[in-house]
């Protein structure tokens, strides 16, 4: 039997898990995960599935921004994924069960827009439509023709040139502290 969850903090290291297994160990190099450094996964919105007690399927939000290039606005939006399932419970329905429960939560939680880097033919029972012919980037360029957004048609749309930016890079930066210094001393003749 499946049980789904809200993901709970000690659910963090099998999630770490099955993710290496279901993406291996170059996923970190995808241009999503750099939208995710330094900032936490909104376990609020996030989801996991069981099977007798195991870990199966994980399904996560993250914070982000996108940045209007032409205005120089920012827009707060919801990064979705990764969402994953064990290799050996995929083709039972997990994914969807995971997706449609997560865009419940975050819609309910006023989150209208929900951007993701993933393939058009999946996702878009669930809603989501090319970001394309928008010119929005991910970070280090990659990743453009597989991002896609989900939003109500009665939302502004996204800017026709922008990118996305993580929420860590638009945290306030502290003023640097001032050093006293000390007096000058007077030069010896």
């Known amino acids: 039997m499946i049980t789904f969850d809200q993901e ?16 291996g160990p170059d996923r970190f190099s995808k ?22 007690g195991r ?5 996560r ?22 969402l994953a399932v064990a290799p050996d419970m995929q083709s039972h329905g997990i994914g969807g069960d995971l997706m ?18 993933g393939d058009h033919a999946y996702y878009s029972r669930f809603g989501f439509e090319h970001v394309l ?3 929005i980037t991910m970070p280090g360029g990659k990743d453009a023709r597989r991002l896609l957004v989900r ?6 749309s996204l800017p026709a040139v922008g990118k996305i930016v993580s929420v860590a890079d638009a ?13 000058a001393l007077p030069l010896c003749a």
């Open 55 to 59: 870990l199966v399927g994980t399904v």
């Open 31 to 52: 241009s999503s995960y750099s939208l995710r450094e330094n900032v936490a996964p909104l376990t609020h919105l996030s989801w996991v599935a069981r099977h007798e």
């Open 61 to 82: 939000f993250w914070p982000i921004h996108v940045q209007d290039m032409i205005r120089g606005t920012k827009e707060q939006a919801l990064l979705l994924g990764p």
């Open 8 to 23: 709970r903090a000690f659910d963090s290291a099998q999630v770490e898990t099955l993710l290496d297994v279901a993406f």
């Open 133 to 135: 012919p928008r010119y």
């Open 171 to 183: 945290l306030p930066v502290p003023a640097a502290v001032a050093v006293p210094r000390a007096p």
């Open 151 to 156: 939003q109500p048609a009665t939302m502004a």
């Open 100 to 117: 449609r429960r997560a865009l419940a939560r975050a819609n309910a939680s006023g989150h209208d827009r929900i951007l993701l880097v």
